[in-house]
């Protein structure tokens, strides 16, 4: 009998990839070193926060970071809100966003917990503090690679040529069988692979030259962000807001 | 440093949770043996049809069986607009359903694919052909056990008694570190475990007894199921509907 999927010593790491229902398509992703361990919540959503604290509790994990990919203009981020409930946890974004936060980091950090850490990867190019959070065979990829996709480039410093060269340099060159979780997904996907979006993804893989992916983005003729005028100052601050209600 | 994740000798088995962005918040599971090797798809949707082809053929996988957990109320299943794209691929449901499909199956039938298989489990209650596969550490309840909920028992030969059984025997004495991966869920949650539904799921788990559970789901008054006219008669059928488009 094969047990293709079971390991010996499999340490039991907490993992759930949870998805905002109210709108923006988000994903956040919750690690944690195992029952009773330390976590982590990578891009919390505001309106989603309620839910992601009640998880926690009932897994009986110990939140230390809410971990920001960079500064959306989608949603407002769910670090100041948890913040605001939990005052021990500490938000994290990158120094180069220009966004407050308690903790201010760039490539090459590790963000450690219990056992465990992310390590951080500088790819900008959708915007300048843009990074991605390897941890082991997973990569969060915020959206500098989104799944047969990337983020856009058009606004918040964004450049095509930047993000070919973070996607290159820094995603595509991790082993072809990490899995890629997105920031985002719109279309019932959760994950790739590294492997995967090498050979298909339309605007970064597939062979496409710096170019050919430049000349690509150029031309999408994008609407403008909905929720940018209301997401970005928010997020500039961690989402943290004077008067802010604090979740239940 | 921990390699947590990581594992030696692991296989590429490929596993995809997707998503029914149309409407029924439905999980369709793509499980196969490998790039090249052979597949199952678990509760195919018939909205999502072409995505879920389209990424069968990008990964090079051959897809095996169209495998239902149930007749489901709630959506009309891929299952025939599949076959109907692709005449090799055989659709599989309980016999105890009543409904039509190529192959019929019950409790301790092994559904094979590569070199993996599918463990079936009858877990009736919600319906009188519901069916749970095991596959390795991995769990499909269908609508047996939903995160923090279960299926409604008011319809389709539906029984509390009979689901709380079928949970009990078949789903809570599977080891607590088995992933539960159910056909729905409508808060943005993907997984859930053995360990956790028995602790926490406020119908099933927690202590409650039979007749607390019978009790329960006595009195959840929900409204008549949307979709339940149009998707039986159609799913009795296994989704095959003369003058069906192909799907591109
Ligand atoms: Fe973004
Ligand atoms: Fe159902």
Chains 1, 2 share one sequence.
Do not use: W
Not at 72 to 79: E, F, R, Y
Not at 110 to 130: K, N, Q, Y
Not at 139 to 150: E, H, P
Not at 157 to 180: C, K, M, W
Request: net charge negative; charged share 25%; with cysteine.
């Amino acid at each position: 009998v094969k047990r293709a999927l079971t390991h010996a010593n499999r340490k039991p790491v907490i993992f759930r990839q949870l998805f905002d229902t109210s709108g923006s398509s988000t994903y956040t992703y919750l690690i944690a070193d195992g029952p009773g361990g330390e976590a982590v919540l990578i891009d919390p959503v505001l309106e989603m926060v309620d839910r992601d604290l009640k998880l926690i509790d009932e897994l009986g994990v110990k939140l230390k970071y809410a971990v920001n990919t960079h500064c959306h203009a989608d949603h407002v981020t769910g670090s100041g809100a948890i913040k605001a409930a939990r005052p021990e946890v500490r938000s994290i974004i990158a120094a180069a966003s220009g966004a407050q936060a308690d903790i201010k980091i760039g490539h090459g950090d590790r963000i450690e917990f219990g056992s465990m850490f992310l390590e951080v990867r500088a790819t900008p190019g959708h915007t300048d503090g843009c990074l991605s959070y390897v941890c082991d065979d997973m990569v969060f990829t915020g959206d500098a690679v989104l799944i047969r996709g990337c983020g856009r480039t058009d606004f918040q410093q964004g450049s095509a040529d930047r993000l070919y060269e973070s996607v290159h340099t820094q995603i595509f060159s991790l082993p072809n069988d990490t899995i890629i979780y997105p920031a985002h997904d719109y279309k019932g996907h959760r994950c790739s692979t590294v492997g995967e979006e090498k050979a298909l993804n339309p605007r970064l893989g597939s062979g496409k030259t710096k170019d050919e992916f430049v000349e690509i983005m150029a031309n999408l003729n994008l609407p403008y962000p909905k929720k940018i005028d209301e997401a970005l100052p928010k997020n500039m601050v961690c989402g943290i807001q004077e008067g802010m209600p604090t979740p239940a």
